[in-house]
């Protein structure tokens, strides 16, 4: 009684704008729930088993559920896109154990095998492995493989660019500093367009690349600098004596960076690198434009299908998708602020 | 300088003087192969395509270059829009989130972590194909106080149409704008008051809110007076015609850029606020001032100073997020030019080359302008 005055009841204004809180849930609630769960179609998976056409369809989402995760990949190879991800997922896991033995090399290993672990296993094409062409990947897989590629291919990229940045010599530092500031000013679609259509153009007639790989290639540019910018943040917050501590005992330029400084600032710039990498996530979506189908490309296609085409169905799969993305980024966000909290600790320990 | 590091420097600039090289001439040589005649001139051709919304007026007859000007207008219009209600939208949000009211920080909470984490074309996606491309057909609209209408082929607004007084009033608005200057700076002199409080002395003086109240009257009369006409849509036989017509596009960007940039918006209005020590509000309370004008005089534009370097970025990032338009064919830059131009015309390397150029410069214009007010809010306060 005292928390329900104390929160919602302490003055008339606060009354007022608890019932009016109250009066939007129900307002916006019940018609959400009704349409969501009671009048929704659950069982079946044909067209037929949603008659109305405006109430939610779960039926469609069972019937193309495998489409959204797969894309057009080979059902007699999926067990592959299983395998690759399980593997990922299992080399990333020391990630969120705190005291894992050797954790940062494990990671580092995993971050670099994760590339060599996709093309080996979802491209195929040797031994009894069939190839499956990248033209029928597609799905959540996509939208996964993309996002880890592009961070694992940008990540080191990222760390030269903001050495580069923060360098001594004019030169370098004024060509990443336009680099960076030219990527980073122009849409992601824009980038995806450069690569799709320009990049063919700069390469002799012979070199034909992949399409997926012209976007990964695009994504991981930008990527690139955005977190350059993160982990030049992070470099600029270690202090100078560091530097001067490192030179002092006769370590050389590489040595000083990679020994010293570095390990230092790279839990600094995790929390930004994580929330970069959400907004890499959220950012894939953007690759259907091009015509390549991530989760959205799919549902996006499966739900203009003649057969299923209704209000009711493409709701309920942007729903779906909606879903998925928000466990995925809301799972990393949580991780974010909880490398972010364990930094500050480290950092008040630090100074104490 | 050492000498390594001139040797670096000479290294780096003949790499890239290779690059360029190389790159340059595969380029020319696949365009020779191509057959694309490469020159600026594509810009004067009959353009001979309908543009679905347009400031300026378009038709196929005009030229290429005038339909760059309609979609780049298309672009700055749908980017100040949604710029201006994802910041009222944000504001609400960080200010509830704030709340001492459980349910409505509650609230706020639940907005921000729901929107934030879905992709923001996945919720354009949602508002153009199952909110707003389901709603009625024309004759069956929506309407609100019978002046505004809502139907399948967008919403229809009541515009002021000025007809042939328009410089009167744009000279009654430039010169309103000039005397509201000149008394804000005439205030400012006669109150020496310490600097926080100086902004708002016309608060405290009801006197310079009259001056305000009279000058938007001879604003108004003069408006009046001018000729403006109020239209409001009307149902013909073809739809509605008469007044704004905004289209579902352009309404499903709007709502889906707004609605998820507010989720930063909000959180970074919140750590504005939080970042403020609590000292500041005691110090205000024991001065005597009431909870409105503490939050407006003293937390606000400290507030401010915190607030203006994140929220930078995210209008930056919404102004580039302008450019999904191009999923749902609403006539911007990306898909007006690289799309239906570059088909059109198929000059890739100009067409990339200004449309990169576009997005570079108007980034940096919108980060010199924050940048500029952040200098400044920041000096008003020190000094």
Known sequence: MNWLHNNLFSSPLNTVLTLACVCLIVIAGVPLVNWLVIDAYWTGSTPADCPDKTAACWPFVRARFDQFMYGLYPETERWRVNLGLGLIILSALPLFIPRFPGKRRVVVLAVIAWPLIGALLFLGGYGGLTYVETGSWGGFFLTVVTALFVLSTSLPIAVLLA???????????????????????????????????????????????????????????????????????????????????????????????????????????????????????????????????????????????????????????????????????????????????????YKTHAGS | MTKREIAYQVALLFIIGVVVYLVAGTTQGNLARLGVDSSIDFLWKRAGFEIGQKLIPFDANSTIARAFVVALLNTLLLAAVSIICASILGLAIGIARLSDNWLVSRLAAGYIEIFRNIPSLLQIFFWYFVVLRTLPRSSESIGFFNCIFLNNRGLFIPSVSFGQGWPWIVAALLAAWGMVYFLRRQERRQFAAPALIRPDTRRLNPLASWNLLILAGIVGAIVLLAGAQLEIPRETRFGYRGGIVMMPEFLSLVVGLSMYNATYIGEIVRSGFTSIPRGQTEAADSLGLPRRLTIRLVLFPQALRVIIPPLTTVYLNLFKSTSLAAAIAYPEVVSVFVGTVNNLVGQPVFIMAITMAVYVFISLCIALFLNWYNRKIALTVVT
């Open chain 1, 163 to 345: 050495l580069g940045r923060c360098s001594s010599i004019p030169l370098v530092r004024v060509c990443c500093a336009t680099w960076i500031e030219l990527w980073r000013s122009v849409p992601a679609l824009v980038v995806l367009f450069v690569a799709i259509i320009m990049f063919p153009l700069f390469m002799p007639e012979e070199l034909k690349i992949d399409k997926l790989l012209r976007a990964l290639g695009a994504l991981t540019i930008l990527m690139s600098c955005y977190m350059a910018e993160a982990i030049r943040g992070a470099l600029q917050s270690i202090p100078k004596g560091q530097f001067e501590a490192a030179e002092a005992l006769g370590l050389g330029y590489w040595q000083r960076t990679f020994l010293v400084i570095l390990p230092q600032a790279f839990p600094v710039a995790l929390p930004q690198i994580t929330s970069n990498f959400i907004g890499l996530f959220k950012e894939t979506t953007v690759l259907l434009i091009i015509g390549l189908f991530d989760l959205l490309g799919m549902v996006q296609s499966a739900a203009s299908d003649p057969a299923w085409l209704s209000p009711g169905v493409s709701a309920t799969g942007y729903l779906f998708a909606a879903l998925f993305f928000w466990l995925f980024c809301f799972s990393l966000s949580r991780y974010s602020a909880w490398l972010e909290r364990k930094a500050s600790v």
